[in-house]
Each structure stands twice: as C-alpha cells, then as structure tokens.
Nanobody, 120 residues
C-alpha cells in the first residue's frame, strides 16, 4: 500500500556531488520521520541521516558537514544532498519513512535502494 521510489544515484569522482530523492506514494495519511541509510558491500546497513516531522536532523559523524537531508511534505519526498563525496561513501543508499497509513497504523517503509559509487 505504500511504496518508496528512489532516484539520483550514480558514479562520481571524489569531491563530487549527488542528490538523492525518495518519493512515497499510496494510502498515506502522514509521514513522521524520514531518513537515509546505506549499506556497503560486506557491511551492515547504517544510518546516514534522519529528519523529523518538525525538521530536526541528525547525521552520522562521517557525513556531518558534507551531507544535507531535507524534506518536502507536500511532495512526500525526502532528499539527500551529498557534497564532497569520498570513496568510503560508496554504498547502496536506502530511504526510509515512518508512514501513517489511511485508516490504519504506522509502518516503516523502505526504498528499493540506489547505488552511489565514488571512484577516481
């Protein structure tokens, strides 16, 4: 009933930038928290950034000052602006949203993942 579709990944050189987008659709009443996670090959999925419904943000230390998370509630979209990319940022990035469905409760939804590769 709820789907998250991601876009914006790709191959960039170190120091480059990418902007990821994730848009939700379905029987949605409201969305509270939104976030981005990433999973590198052979590693566990980790939190990159989150943003609350009030606009409060938190970031993993490794991306502070380089990444910016934002949201557009009208578009049901969360963004991740990634600047000064490093090879260690290479991973599959997944968006995440806590969704209040119409006539139902809250569920955690995930995007399909988008590959970000940072390489010379």
């Amino acid at each position: 009933q709820v789907q998250l579709v991601e876009s914006g990944g790709g191959l960039v050189q170190p120091g480059g930038s990418l902007r990821l987008s994730c848009t939700a659709s379905g029987s949605i009443f409201s969305i509270s928290g939104m976030g981005w996670y990433r999973q590198a090959t052979g590693k566990q999925r980790e939190l990159v950034a989150r943003i609350t419904s009030a606009g409060n943000t938190n970031y993993d230390d490794s991306v502070k000052g380089r990444f910016t998370i934002s949201r557009d509630n009208a578009k049901k979209t969360v963004y991740l602006q990634m600047n000064s990319l490093k090879p260690e940022d290479t991973a599959v990035y997944y968006c995440n949203m806590m969704v209040r469905t119409i006539m139902s409760g809250t569920l955690e939804s995930w995007g399909q993942g988008t590959q970000v590769t940072v390489s010379s």
